[in-house]
């Protein structure tokens, strides 16, 4: 985009004039924000505007999530103008860095809501027709903060801010239907800025409202009250997003939500196709969509549903279905396949149940094996098996995963249908992830191999021959990085960091299969190792956490008290003042996440073999030249067969020995042969740490005791990790080690989000 100062200036004095009645001398910092962001709006319009009215073929992705993060910064950015924008703020004496005050759109949980955000941006940047499709939630993922240790959550109440990167399509309000309700959805767009292309594609969220506005005649014949009530339950659709991560919550406001998105998304994009006087048997030559896990599946049948409505047959509609539908999975975990009641949904949705039974009654007329392949089964409707069967692709988002999908969670499935099911491994935008986060790092290397690098990620290898040369900047620019973070965490969390301490970083939801029990249980095995005097020379190393528990999830709660109680104990004890550090941040989220993932020394992905789908923090640390110590599980695997196993620190058991060892496993024998471990996790019962609550106890429990106690195998690959661990502190710092660094950021070029979506739009959009 072109940069006038003088006429950005003059749009921004304008919004302030027109929207808040103050110029720039008088503009607080809120009506900054909101006419800056705004007059780059109205600046992209005509661009915005084209792009809105072009004929091609498109793909809407559908996702119950967008975790977007702050828009300014990235939005300047992919326009070209963040450096003008900031030197014309300038002019006027005012800085561009006040906006990070500004709320996160978090508008989801973790990887799978940003994967969608990187997905979009990779796609606008790479002028492929993808518009995302989703839900405006008034809040958005809790707010969290520690008191004595324990997760408190707090509304998240993003719209503080305003919300000027969106604009309200009033005209495109449609109605969706449940059977005890019917609802307005009206829709807010975002513009989604392809990186210095032109290109402007639109992130679609749906709100919910009453369908007519508070009426005034009947509360004053006093059904006031019936009336307020029914706008209430309107509006409730839309509230909040669920907190939960890889978990499915089978309650109804959760399916109510679901099909609210996907009922006006595609009545939205049916009603226009029509309206265009084409004929809907031909909508996929315009449309096909991506269902992001299967929050969205109940677009199918509600497809179904509409089509035949419009006088298709089951068959004619059954086969549009099949020719726009595509379907990622992102998960094997059983609790987070989504599972409806039969007769809740059809309460529900009684004409969207009656489509989904057609679905099941072709399936079984196919003549398959029905105890194998069913969707409906047990009064349990299986919302991945509809999606598999209709979808003409199936895909998982790592090379590992998909072949578990293959042998395992979907075998019978894949059996039948090989043709349907690909594997896309996931990617990360550099945009956000390295350009914006990392300027001067992106500075370095664009001095070597120029810019191209900046869409291309894998010409990043041509910095390979100037490694060695690159090293001492390099180097800098990490201090550097780290120093920030440091001065952020003061800020933040009022803890000090020394920034030449090794920052072990591990950031990511809480989960038990994410093992964050097993780093927490090193940093003690460390501690106690240090005041026995059994280790002498232990590296200076920074244990940072971040990870935000769903709030129903106890055991995630109860590791979150034990972290920080095991940060209490260790930051109080002078006789480790200089060894160890642990700060667990509150509230990690995309922004957190900018400034960490550039500023680590170790990214920890460390969860059971088999259990992560792909990860993309790692990717992300990848890209900031940080070593994995890692289990060879989701993108890990491919991690190392990009950068070479022998740049990174990989211990564990793999799938096939997670497999076996579960045959047999008993974490009795560990404990009782590892004295120092056994100390640790007894400081969970032993009144080390303070926990008047019982959650520490039940944790002890949850790893000794029981059906099946430590079901992660946390203990059993505990020595492993030590092994791999403390090789990777004590070769901090060296020549080869600093060199592993910069092979990771060099090879990291097939996790670039671009080459993602360009694979969806060849392999499977067709676009
Ligand atoms: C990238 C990202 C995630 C995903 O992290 P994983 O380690 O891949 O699970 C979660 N939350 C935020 C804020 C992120 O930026």
Redesign the pocket.
Known sequence: MKFDKKVFLADVERVLHADYACDLKSAGRKELYNAVSKAVMEETFDDWNRARKSHRRRCGYFSAEF?M?RAIYSNLLNLGILEEAGEALRSVGEDINQFEEVEDA?LG???L??LAACYLDAAASQNIALDGYGIRYRYGLFRQTFENGFQHEEGDDWLRWGDPWSVRVERDTVLVKFADQTVRAVPYDMPVFGYKNGVVNTLRLWQSEPVQAFDFSAFNEMKGEVKANENFNATKITDVLYPNDNTMVGKILRLRQQYFMVSASLQDIVGKYKAAGKDLRTLPEKWCFQLNDTHPVIAIPELLRILRSEGLTFEEAFGVCAACFNFTNHTIMAEALEKWDALALSDLLPDVYEQIVACQQKLQSEGVDTNALYIIRDNVVHMANLAIYVASHVNGVAEIHTNILKTQTFRSWYERYPEKFVNITNG?TPRRWMLLNNPEMARLIDGKIGTHWHTHLPELKKIMPFIDELLPAFKRIKQQNKQKLADHIRAHEGIDLAPDFIFDVQ???LHEY?RQMLNALSVLWYYFGIKDGDITDFPPTAFIFGAKAAPGYYMAKAIIKFINEVAALVNGDPAVAGKMKVVFVQN???S???KI?CAADISE?ISMAGM?A???????FMLGGTVTLGTLD?ANVEICEEAGRENNYIFGATVEEVAAVKQYYCPREIIEQNPRLKRALETLVDGTLSDDSGMLRKLYESMTSGYEPDRYLVLYDFADYIRAKTQLLYDFGTREFDRKCLVNMASVGKFSADRSVCEYAKRIWNL
């Not at 792909?614 to 992300?620: A, C, R």
């Open positions: 975790l993060g978090a949980n973790g990887g809501g940003r990360i950031v990511k939801r994410k990690y989220n995309v957190y996440a900018e993932v992905q992560e792909s990860g993309t923090s790692n990717m992300k989701g």
